[in-house]
């Protein structure tokens, strides 16, 4: 086998290096394309594009030899083991050590020590890239990409206009200055209807625009105590339905039977006498100063008929009742916090993806409620000690109804399986129509139809998502996360300006520097204004598909 010298090698060739090898050679770079087990289709999907395809153990160094490694400009290490990634990694670079690598690593913390160890490396998770664009997603927020810098979370978003849109109207530099926001790309001018653009922001700046379910999804007042109504509230919320349906039955029957006695008992008697009579009998009370006896025959088989179907709902109530002081005080002893009384967001699967979209939306301060159908987990382990957990299976419509389906402002279905997470979200949506869903799907295909269809409203392909960050790590130094838009491949690269840039305006350096970091924050830099002397940039690199 030949490769071109600058050819970029892929090892692993699952759904994720499947994508990865795909969008490279739609942008023109050789590849050859490393796995040890490779689908056919796969396979001749690869080949058909260009690239060259290869059956082995990328750990072994021979196989490496034979991909070319050593005269090769990066190498993606993308298989399922962080281990197997890592040792693919050394391997390579002691290859060739100004090799540039792109690794996906699942843990954080390891992934920033072998970026500062390594040196033109990128190593991120597939988790940490999807889990910002479900999480604000859900919240109704097109969220193009998110990654993090340092302690800052970055957001790429599509700012898409609507009729009477509050951006109707402003220009590139007005939502920098108003919003904090930088524009990448959808051209220059004021915003008008249908018209959309690209935009860069720290997380916060971001979730400033306009748009999104944020009315819905409202963090709780700092230092608010729970009062009377609100307590309340919880708990009725937090009741079992067949207890609120026991409840309404109750309520109903008194109504009801209110009417009937101030009607129907012979002497007429008060609606004070009729509620009193009422109560009495349903408490099985009876203390025998009002009776239908002398009301003629219907008014006795009536009154019959309430006295047993009275006690019964009242059983039923106080059991419910009983357990739900129980299940309370349970939960106040193991210091389990209550289900939110509504505008939540639920998360079923507490995997990779589930926990990071959870961790998240509560960095953004988001009331969440995780499902899962395991609750001794790592994640459920770790989370149901101080977030709201529900253990069951989300299909069904009882453990949704438990985690207050309800009144939930959307629901991320984020199990490994795509099948349950389509029914998850067609339960909910039964369960509660104006329901925002959200489902990870592995295969894009399938999530741009169930999109299509109307199935979900958000269909999210983790492996779509994180191959342009792959790609873009293995075409460019520095870049921090990379993303498709129609012309091809756009990657944003963080680091220090070259000593040239110093002190004169990105305008005059004809560069897109969206974002500049000055003292710790990170800001929406006016290309008019020169670059301080000691920054890092955020900045635009673009490469366009190959005809």
């Known amino acids: 086998m030949t490769t071109a010298r600058e050819h970029i090698v892929v090892c692993g060739l699952g759904h994720v290096g499947y994508r990865v090898s795909r969008l490279l050679l739609r942008l023109g770079a050789p590849v050859a394309a490393l796995g040890l087990e490779i689908r056919s289709d796969r396979a001749r999907a690869v080949a058909e594009g260009g690239g060259d395809v290869l059956q082995g153990d990328a750990r072994d160094d021979a196989e490496l030899g034979r991909a070319g490694v050593e005269k090769a400009s990066a190498l993606v290490a993308v298989t399922d083991s962080d281990l197997a990634n890592l040792e693919v990694a050394l391997d390579a670079r002691r290859a060739s050590p100004e090799l540039r690598l792109a690794l996906r690593v699942f843990d954080r913390d390891l992934a920033r020590t072998?970026?500062?160890?390594?040196?033109?490396?990128?190593?991120?998770?597939?988790?940490?890239?999807?889990?910002?664009?479900?999480?604000?997603?859900?919240?109704?927020?097109?969220?193009?990409?998110?990654?993090?810098?340092?302690?800052?979370?970055?957001?790429?978003?599509?700012?898409?206009?609507?009729?009477?849109?509050?951006?109707?109207?402003?220009?590139?530099?007005?939502?920098?200055?108003?919003?904090?926001?930088?524009?990448?790309?959808?051209?220059?001018?004021?915003?008008?209807?249908g018209q959309s653009r690209t935009v860069v922001a720290e997380r916060a700046a971001y979730l400033r625009l306009p748009g999104g379910q944020d009315a819905l999804v409202t963090p709780p007042r700092a230092g608010a105590e729970p009062g009377v109504r609100k307590s309340l509230a919880t708990a009725w919320s937090n009741s079992p339905r067949p207890l609120r349906r026991a409840f309404g039955l109750l309520l109903a029957l008194t109504a009801v039977s209110v009417a009937v006695f101030r009607l129907g008992v012979d002497p007429p008697i008060s609606l004070v006498e009729a509620l009193y009579f009422t109560a009495t009998t349903v408490t099985t009370t009876g203390y025998g100063d009002i009776t239908?006896?002398?009301?003629?025959?219907?008014?006795?088989?009536?009154?019959?008929?309430?006295?047993?179907?009275?006690?019964?709902?009242?059983?039923?109530?106080?059991?419910?009742?009983?357990?739900?002081?129980?299940?309370?005080?349970?939960?106040k002893e193991l210091g389990r916090p209550p289900i939110p009384k509504g505008g939540h967001v639920i998360v079923v699967g507490l995997g990779n993806v589930g926990y990071r979209t959870v961790d998240t939306l509560r960095a953004a301060d988001r009331e969440?409620?995780?499902?899962?159908?395991?609750?001794?987990?790592?994640?459920?382990?770790?989370?149901?000690?101080?977030?709201?957990?529900?253990?069951?299976?989300?299909?069904?419509?009882?453990?949704?109804?438990?985690?207050?389906?309800?009144?939930?402002?959307?629901?991320?279905?984020?199990?490994?399986?795509?099948?349950?997470?389509?029914?998850?979200?067609?339960?909910?949506?039964?369960?509660?129509?104006?329901?925002?869903?959200?489902?990870?799907?592995?295969?894009?295909?399938?999530?741009?139809?169930?999109?299509?269809?109307?199935?979900?409203?958000?269909?999210?392909?983790?492996?779509?998502?994180?191959?342009?960050?792959?790609?873009?790590?293995?075409?460019?130094?520095?870049?921090?996360?990379?993303?498709?838009?129609?012309?091809?491949?756009?990657?944003?690269?963080?680091?220090?300006?070259?000593?040239?840039?110093?002190?004169?305006?990105?305008?005059?350096?004809?560069?897109?520097?969206?974002?500049?970091?000055?003292?710790?924050?990170?800001?929406?830099?006016?290309?008019?204004?020169?670059?301080?002397?000691?920054c890092r940039v955020l900045w635009v690199r673009r490469r366009r598909w190959q005809s």
């Not at 220009?171 to 051209?187: K, P, T």
């Not at 219907?298 to 299940?327: E, K, N, P, R, W």
């Open 292 to 331: 239908p006896r002398t009301s003629g025959s219907l008014m006795m088989i009536y009154g019959s008929l309430f006295m047993v179907l009275g006690s019964v709902t009242m059983a039923v109530l106080y059991s419910f009742a009983t357990s739900f002081v129980v299940s309370e005080q349970l939960r």
């Open 114 to 193: 072998l970026e500062q160890s390594f040196g033109r490396a990128r190593a991120v998770g597939v988790s940490a890239l999807s889990a910002p664009v479900v999480a604000f997603g859900a919240l109704g927020h097109e969220v193009t990409a998110g990654f993090s810098l340092g302690e800052t979370d970055v957001l790429v978003g599509r700012l898409c206009l609507a009729e009477g849109s509050p951006l109707e109207g402003l220009d590139a530099s007005d939502l920098r200055e108003r919003f904090g926001v930088a524009v990448i790309s959808g051209g220059p001018g004021k915003l008008g209807p």
């Open 368 to 534: 969440v409620v995780a499902v899962d159908l395991n609750p001794d987990g790592e994640f459920a382990t770790a989370l149901r000690e101080n977030r709201p957990f529900v253990a069951g299976d989300a299909r069904l419509a009882a453990t949704l109804e438990s985690a207050g389906i309800g009144s939930a402002a959307a629901i991320i279905a984020a199990t490994g399986d795509d099948a349950a997470n389509l029914a998850i979200t067609l339960t909910a949506r039964r369960l509660s129509p104006k329901i925002r869903t959200v489902a990870r799907v592995f295969d894009a295909d399938f999530a741009a139809k169930l999109e299509a269809g109307r199935l979900v409203d958000l269909a999210v392909s983790t492996s779509r998502l994180a191959a342009p960050t792959f790609a873009a790590a293995a075409l460019f130094d520095d870049a921090a996360v990379g993303f498709v838009e129609d012309a091809g491949l756009t990657a944003l690269c963080f680091g220090a300006p070259p000593s040239d840039w110093r002190g004169r305006p990105p305008a005059e350096l004809g560069e897109e520097l969206p974002l500049v970091e000055t003292d710790g924050a990170l800001v929406a830099w006016d290309p008019r204004e020169a670059l301080p002397e000691a």
